[in-house]
């Protein structure tokens, strides 16, 4: 039998996380200018939460399968699923009052998604800086808001909550913009930190 030569095939596909970090980043500073009490939920934010903070981030999520970044794909395929069921937690409750979520509720939606934040903030302790800034801000961003739910603050700490939660998508869309233009110009454009 003939001796065979592996072939390795180089991966030319562009980097999708920048996709992700943008999706996520922009609509999270939109949905926490809401919460800071700039202006009312409405139909921006629960569209941005649709399509972008939602589709685009599944689509970047599948393209790290594809890279093999298990770390990648876990985070943006949840997190824009995330965005997705919100948006229809708020649709089905005005659908069908009877289904509406209640605060205490909401508060233990939160929560489990602050839990499951804080698990992939510590993988980011094997990553960049920047990540690491991204997953815990985040993750208080999620401890903030059941907290808020739960029916014991006051609405200075929902707004409050809101400029963190600003902060925290400022933080991706920093981190998105600094993937494309290091790739871009080819060198350190714009700092992520060190990786561990």
């Not at 972008?52 to 790290?64: L, N, S, T």
Request: aromatic share 14%; hydrophobic share 50%.
């Amino acid at each position: 039998m003939p001796e065979t030569t592996p072939v390795l095939i180089k991966d030319t596909t562009a980097n999708p996380a920048p996709l992700g970090l943008f999706a996520f980043g922009m609509t999270t500073v939109l949905l926490n200018c809401h919460n800071a009490g700039f202006f009312g939920m409405n139909t921006m934010i629960l569209a941005m939460g649709i399509c972008y903070g939602g589709i685009a981030q599944v689509i970047a999520g599948i393209f790290e399968f594809k890279k093999n970044n298990t770390f990648g794909a876990t985070a943006f395929v949840s997190y824009g699923f995330f965005w997705l069921s919100l948006v229809t937690l708020v649709f089905l409750g005005i659908l069908n009052p009877a289904l509406k979520t209640t605060d205490s509720e909401l508060a233990v939606y939160l929560l489990m998604w602050g839990l499951f934040t804080l698990g992939l903030f510590i993988a980011t302790l094997r990553l960049s800086v920047a990540l690491q800034i991204i997953f815990a801000s985040l993750a208080l961003l999620f401890f903030l808001l059941a907290i808020g739910d739960s029916g014991v603050t006051s609405p200075a700490f929902h707004h409050a909550t809101g400029y963190e939660g600003i902060f925290c998508g400022l933080s991706a869309i920093y981190t998105g913009l600094a993937q494309v233009l290091n790739e871009v110009y080819g060198k350190t454009v714009l700092p992520l930190g060190p990786k561990k």
